[in-house]
C-alpha cells in the first residue's frame, strides 16, 4: 500500500509540476485539466484504508496526505499579515457603531482595533461593555478623566479590542495635558508588540469640561512621550486621532509636529484623508523609520462615524534567536594554595631558574601557565545574549 501512495504521489508531483511542450492551440489540455481537478478534488476515503467496511485511519495514509499538502504548492509558513484598525468611533456604546466593528473585524481580518472617543462614563453598564465587544474579542477601556468642575464625562476616551488568538501582556494610561494616551502589550506569532494610541481633542475655548490647550503645550507633551516610547525594548507603533491637517505641508502644526517626529527617526504612513467631513488626515499611524514591521495603510471607505477606519497591515514575524556566546573562565577559589605552592617550589623557575633575563621570563610565563592550567584548568561556558531591538544602547568605554 505504502508503494501504490509513493506511486501516485510521484506521478501526480510530475504531472503537476512539469511543464510539458506546448500544444497546438487546437489541442485542449484534457489531460492536465483532468489531473489539476483530480488533485484538488480526491476524495477522503481515498487516503484511508478500507478493513471491515468500515474506514480506518492509518500510518500510511498519514505519509501520503502529508506528501499530499506538499504537492498543493500553496502551503505558507507565515500565516498572513497582522492587522489594526485605528478608528474614531464617537460613541462605542452606540449599537450603529459598534456592530460596524464586527463587520470590519470579518472583512479586514482585524487582530487589534485602537478606539478613540469611546465616549464611555461612569454610567456606562457592563452589558453595554460586552454588547460593544465583537466576538472573540477582549475590550480594554480608558476613558477621560472626569474634571473636578464637571459632574460627567463628556467625549474623549481610548480601548483597545484585541482579538483572542493574541497574548495580552500588559496594558496602562496616562493623561497629559494636552492628549489621552494608553498603550497594550501583547505577543502576536510569538512577536512581542506594544501599541500606543493617542488621541488630542481639537483646540476649543466652547467646551466648559475642556480646558484650552496651546500646541506648543502638546508639543511639549509628545516630546515627553516620545522620549519614553523610544526607549520600548522592542517593536512599537503609534496611533491615533491627532487633530492636526498633516494634508496640509505649510501648516505651522504640521511643520512643528513632523519635525519632532524626524528627531526621533520616526515615519507617518498614512497619506490619505481620514476626516470624512473636512477631507483633512487627522488619524495617523507612526512608526520608527528603520522598522522591520512594514506597516501599509488603507481604509474602509463605509464607517459609521465621521472618521475612516483605518487598515495597517504589519509584518510580524518571530524574533532572532539569541546569539550564542562561548566564553572560557578559571575557578580560581578552587585551587588549592598548599599544593600550588609545593609545586611552584620544586619547578625548574625555583630549583634551576636560567641565568638569561630572556630565558628567565619565558620560564616564569610556562611554569605559572601551566601550574595554572592544571590547579585551575580553562573551563567553556556557553550562554546567549539577546539581540539587540529598539531602545537605547549605553556604551562604556574604558
Known amino acids: 500500500m505504502l508503494t501504490y501512495h509513493l506511486f501516485i504521489f510521484i506521478f501526480l508531483f510530475i504531472t503537476v509540476h512539469h511543464s510539458p511542450s506546448p500544444l497546438p492551440s487546437s489541442s485542449p489540455p484534457l489531460i492536465s485539466s483532468f489531473l489539476i481537478t483530480f488533485r484538488h478534488q480526491i476524495p477522503v476515503s481515498f487516503l484511508l484504508t478500507r478493513t471491515s467496511s468500515k474506514f480506518v485511519y492509518s500510518s500510511k495514509s498519514n505519509l501520503f496526505l502529508v506528501l499530499l499538502i506538499l504537492l498543493s504548492g500553496d502551503i505558507e509558513l507565515n500565516p498572513g499579515p497582522f492587522n489594526i484598525c485605528s478608528y474614531n468611533i464617537r460613541s462605542l456604546t452606540n449599537p450603529l457603531h459598534y456592530t460596524s466593528l464586527a463587520s470590519l473585524a470579518i472583512d479586514y481580518s482585524i487582530h487589534l482595533f485602537c478606539l478613540t472617543e469611546t465616549w464611555i462614563s461612569p454610567l456606562t453598564t457592563n452589558f453595554e461593555l460586552k454588547s460593544s465587544c465583537p466576538p472573540n474579542f477582549s475590550l480594554y477601556s480608558f476613558p477621560r478623566p472626569a474634571l473636578s468642575s464637571c459632574t460627567s464625562i463628556v467625549g474623549g476616551g481610548t480601548a483597545f479590542l484585541l482579538h483572542d488568538t493574541c497574548t495580552y501582556l500588559s496594558s496602562s494610561s496616562h493623561a497629559y495635558k494636552s492628549f489621552e494616551l494608553s498603550s497594550i502589550t501583547f505577543k502576536s506569532s510569538s512577536s512581542k508588540l506594544t501599541v500606543y494610541n493617542i488621541y488630542r481633542p481639537p483646540p476649543s475655548t466652547t467646551t466648559k469640561c475642556r480646558s484650552y490647550v496651546p500646541f506648543s503645550q502638546f508639543i511639549s507633551d509628545l516630546r515627553d512621550f516620545l522620549s519614553s516610547a523610544s526607549t520600548t525594548p522592542h517593536d512599537f507603533l503609534i496611533t491615533g ?117 630572556s630565558e628567565l621570563v619565558t620560564c616564569y610565563n610556562s611554569t605559572l601557565s601551566s601550574l595554572l592550567d592544571k590547579h585551575a584548568p580553562l573551563s567553556l561556558n556557553l550562554s546567549h545574549k539577546s539581540p539587540i531591538t529598539h531602545g537605547l544602547l549605553l556604551c562604556c568605554i574604558h
Open 241 to 357: 486621532d491627532f487633530n492636526i491637517h498633516l494634508d496640509c505641508p505649510g501648516n505651522s502644526d504640521s511643520s512643528q509636529f513632523l519635525s519632532l517626529l524626524s528627531a526621533f527617526n520616526l515615519t507617518q504612513f498614512v497619506n490619505f484623508p481620514t476626516h470624512i467631513t473636512s477631507k483633512h488626515t487627522l488619524d495617523l499611524i507612526i512608526a520608527p523609520s528603520d522598522t522591520k514591521l512594514n506597516p501599509s495603510t488603507s481604509f474602509s471607505p463605509t464607517s459609521a462615524s465621521d472618521h475612516f477606519p483605518i487598515i495597517t497591515s504589519l509584518s510580524l514575524s518571530k524574533p532572532p534567536p539569541p546569539i550564542l556566546v562561548t566564553k572560557f573562565f578559571r575557578c580560581l577559589k578552587s585551587i588549592n594554595l598548599m599544593k600550588f605552592q609545593i609545586d611552584i617550589a620544586s619547578s625548574k623557575l625555583i630549583t634551576n631558574p636560567p641565568s638569561s633575563l
